[in-house]
C-alpha cells in the first residue's frame, strides 16, 4: 500500500470519500500532517515501536557526556539574479549557496544557485529561500567573490528573500566544511535506550547499565576515569544527552540497544514498508484522527478496529522483546529437562 491509498482508504472509512474518487490536494496535505502527528503520537506509546536499533558509537577519552540526534540537511537552492536596484556587489561572476542554522549549529553550503554577472552597480536578488520552523531558525547566506570559487558569509536571514549588497572586499568568513547542527553522535535521537555495553579494542563486550537520575546524581565524584558501566540517558529535544560513569579512558565503542521514533511518511507514492498489521493499524487510527476535522463521527466499527490493531501490535512486540523462558530444570542423569518430561 502506497501513501496516498492509505490516505485515502481512511477517509473513505469515515465517508469523506466514495471508491474512486480523487483526493484534491488540499485534502492530501491534510491527511498527510495528522498521519505523521498520529505517527509522531505512537512513537512514544509503549509497545508501538516494533523493532530496537543496535548501533555502535565512538567514545571520546574524558567526554562524561554525549549529545545524540540527527542534524538537518543543507538546503536546496534558492534562485539569485541580478537586481534592478543600484548596489555595490562586485562585477563578475558571482554564485550563492545557503546553510541551514539551528539554535544548536550550522550545516555545510546546499546546491549552488545559476552564475550571476554582477556590473559592480546593483545588488544580487536571492529568492526562494526556504521558510523557517521548527528548529531552523534562519539561513545563512555565502557568496563567491567575482570569478571565485570559495563561498564567503553575506547574512543571517530569516525571510524568504533577500538581497545582497557587499563589495568582495568585504567578503572575509569562508562557509563552514562540517554539519554542526546534530549530536556528537550523530544518529537519530532515540525515545528509550533498553540496553547498551562497551566493546574493547580486544573485541570483548563489557555490560554497561542504564541507570534513572537519582543514582546518577547519586555519584559523588563523576569525573572519575575507566570503563563505563553506568549510562544515564535524558531525552531533551532536540538532542538527547548521554551520560557515562565512569568518563571514558579510551576511545572504544558504546553500543546502544534503542527504540527510535516512526519515522514520518512523506512520498505518496511510495510502497510503506512496515510489518504485518501496521497498516490496518494506521488506517483505522488515521481515520479516527482525521473524523474531527470532518466534523464526521468513526463508527463503532472503525473505533474498535483502531482499539484491537493497536492493542494487538503491542501485545506481540511485548512478547518478542522479552527473554524465553527456560523450562528445562537440569542436566544431571535421572532429572527430567523440562516441565514436560517425566
Not at 271 to 286: C, V, W
Not at 301 to 330: C, M, W
Request: proline letters at 6%; glycine letters at 10%.
Amino acid at each position: 500500500m502506497t501513501l496516498l491509498e492509505l490516505l485515502t482508504s481512511s477517509l473513505r472509512s469515515i465517508g469523506v470519500k466514495n471508491p474512486g474518487v480523487t483526493l484534491t490536494a488540499e485534502e492530501v496535505n491534510d491527511a498527510k500532517e495528522i498521519l505523521n502527528l498520529l505517527l509522531d503520537e505512537l512513537s512514544v506509546v509503549v509497545g508501538i515501536i516494533y523493532a530496537a536499533t543496535i548501533e555502535g558509537l565512538t567514545l571520546t577519552i574524558g567526554a562524561a557526556s554525549r549529545t545524540i540526534g540527527i542534524g538537518q540537511s543543507p538546503p536546496i537552492a534558492p534562485t539569485a539574479n541580478l537586481s534592478a536596484t543600484a548596489g555595490i556587489v562586485t562585477s563578475g561572476n558571482h554564485y550563492v549557496k545557503l546553510t541551514t542554522v539551528t539554535a544548536i549549529g550550522e550545516t555545510t553550503l546546499g546546491t549552488a544557485t545559476a552564475v550571476v554577472n554582477a556590473d559592480g552597480s546593483h545588488k544580487i536578488d536571492v529568492s526562494v529561500i526556504p521558510p523557517i520552523g521548527g528548529e531552523i531558525i534562519g539561513y545563512n547566506v555565502y557568496m563567491t567573490k567575482a570569478g571565485g570559487t570559495t563561498y564567503y558569509f553575506v547574512a543571517l536571514v530569516a525571510s524568504t528573500t533577500y538581497a545582497i549588497n557587499v563589495a568582495d572586499v568585504s567578503l572575509t568568513v569562508v562557509a563552514p566544511t562540517t554539519n554542526t547542527t546534530g549530536g556528537n553522535f550523530n544518529t537519530v535521537r532515540p525515545t528509550q535506550i533498553l540496553n547498551a555495553f562497551v566493546r574493547d579494542s580486544g573485541g570483548t563486550d563489557h555490560d554497561v547499565a542504564i541507570i534513572g537520575p537519582g543514582k546518577y546524581q547519586g555519584i559523588s565524584t563523576k569525573t572519575t576515569a575507566g570503563r563505563p558501566y553506568f549510562l544515564h540517558f535524558v531525552g531533551t529535544a532536540p538532542l538527547g544527552t548521554i551520560y557515562l560513569y565512569p568518563v571514558p579512558d579510551a576511545a572504544e565503542t558504546l553500543y546502544l540497544d534503542s527504540l527510535k521514533p516512526l519515522t514520518e511518511l512523506t512520498t505518496l507514492t511510495a510502497t510503506i514498508a512496515l510489518p504485518p498489521g501496521y497498516m490496518a493499524m494506521l488506517k483505522s487510527n488515521l481515520a479516527v484522527a482525521l473524523a474531527p476535522e470532518y466534523n464526521r463521527e468513526p463508527s463503532k466499527l472503525v473505533f474498535q478496529e483502531a482499539h484491537d490493531t493497536k492493542k494487538a501490535i503491542i501485545a506481540i512486540n511485548a512478547a518478542s522483546r522479552h527473554e524465553p523462558v527456560n523450562l528445562r530444570y537440569g542436566h544431571n542423569p535421572g532429572y527430567p529437562r523440562s516441565i514436560l518430561e517425566g
